[in-house]
């Protein structure tokens, strides 16, 4: 028998007097990168200074809301900002390393969107200017920063879970309109580093480094539609060096059915209990030592928080968590995961997973980190 217990609803946006230490943020690429700049009033340790794009619209659009910060469409012209301490990267993937190197080189920290690169060229690229200039990287990763995956988290962390034995993840999200907003996701990357970024960083955080992976994949008629140069439909069966096992699963050319599964979600099957976080929704469901059923559900407590509105869009309250836990942790000398080497990892199983997918066979991951 289970039940439901409501988070109450509190003010979601709290009034935070600025920290004297903090960092300033200046952030290339407008469209997502726009709603980070926006989500700043929800912060304290990182506030934002300025922003950068090509496309004088999306400076505008940033302008009207956001008056008072520096723009350019040039982007050594921000880096040259002493008052930018942390660049955020929003552009397409292929740019990223550049972007990356040019921020290190400048002396910033740097948030970038996942994933990371979405190459091993690039991987070497970054790792070896962030390891000669000592600049520090945290991963966007904003499924991690989501209400109740943080929760799930916090649970793992104090062992009410135990040893994880079996992961599955999935994110499931029709993307007609990704392809019209971004023309480059149908031609320029693979899914494997776009969609699947979330679930295979989920199998990463939590059964730790990935041994080898089988993978199989197939193109919907939607991706046909669009011309994809990539599979948009993919399954993944992973082993941990550890030995544990798990699964993340991705569909991006479906017609979805929310109401009987989230377009994210994770499950634990831990060896203490069972969990699961779901986005878009804010619940998190798992059983209690006496094995009754609860469901927290943050949607009325986190909606303006985390969603801005009274609809479910964008990511301001996960872009807000993961700015601060960095600022946070480069303010007090403290590590942050995902960080530059985390992400270079999670990138080399995701190439795993590509080639896995592309070639028919089990790939052992070591064989593409040793290069």
Not at 53 to 69: E, M, T, W, Y
Not at 156 to 177: K, N, V
Not at 260 to 281: F, P, V, W
Request: charged fraction near 25%; aromatic fraction near 10%.
């Amino acid at each position: 028998m289970g039940f439901i217990k409501h988070i109450p609803g509190t003010n979601p946006i709290p009034k935070l007097e600025r920290d004297p230490r903090a960092l300033g943020l200046g952030v290339i690429g407008l469209h997502e990168g726009r709603t980070l700049l926006l989500a700043m009033d929800r912060t304290s340790r990182i506030y934002p200074i300025a922003g950068c794009d090509l496309n004088p619209d999306k400076i505008q659009a940033c302008r009207d809301v956001l008056p008072d910060l520096f723009y350019t469409s040039d982007y050594a012209a921000m880096l040259a900002s002493p008052d930018v301490k942390v660049v955020g990267i929003y552009t397409p993937d292929s740019l990223h390393a550049e972007h990356i190197t040019l921020a290190f080189e400048a002396g910033k920290d740097v948030i970038c969107t996942k994933p990371v690169v979405n190459s091993l060229d690039d991987a070497r690229r970054i790792l070896e200017v962030g390891r000669r200039t000592g600049r520090r990287l945290m991963v966007g990763q904003s499924t991690r920063f989501f209400e109740p995956f943080r929760r799930q988290r916090a649970a793992f962390d104090r062992g009410e879970l135990g040893h994880i034995e079996l992961l599955d993840a999935h994110y499931i999200h029709r993307m007609d309109w990704y392809y019209q907003k971004s023309p480059w996701v149908a031609s320029a990357t693979d899914w494997v580093f776009l969609g699947m970024s979330h679930p295979i960083d989920l199998l990463c955080w939590y059964l730790g480094p990935i041994r080898s992976v089988s993978a199989s994949c197939y193109q919907s008629e939607l991706g046909k539609a669009h011309q994809l140069a990539s599979p948009d439909v993919y399954i993944v069966n992973a082993i941990a060096e550890s030995g544990r096992i798990g699964r993340a699963m991705g569909h991006y050319g479906c017609h979805e059915l929310p109401a009987a599964r989230n377009c994210i979600e994770l499950m634990l099957y831990g060896t203490k209990t069972t969990s699961l976080a779901q986005y878009h929704d804010m619940r998190y469901v798992y059983a209690a030592p006496d094995g009754t059923e609860v469901m927290e559900d943050h949607l009325y407590a986190g909606r303006q928080y985390y969603f801005n509105s009274e609809v479910h869009g964008m990511h301001y309250g996960e872009f807000a968590n993961y700015a601060e836990y960095f600022a946070q942790a480069i303010l007090e000398g403290k590590p942050n995961s995902p960080d530059l080497e985390e992400g270079v990892r999670t990138l080399c199983v995701m190439e795993a997973v590509r080639r896995s997918a592309k070639e028919g066979r089990t790939v052992e991951v070591e064989d593409i980190t040793r290069r």
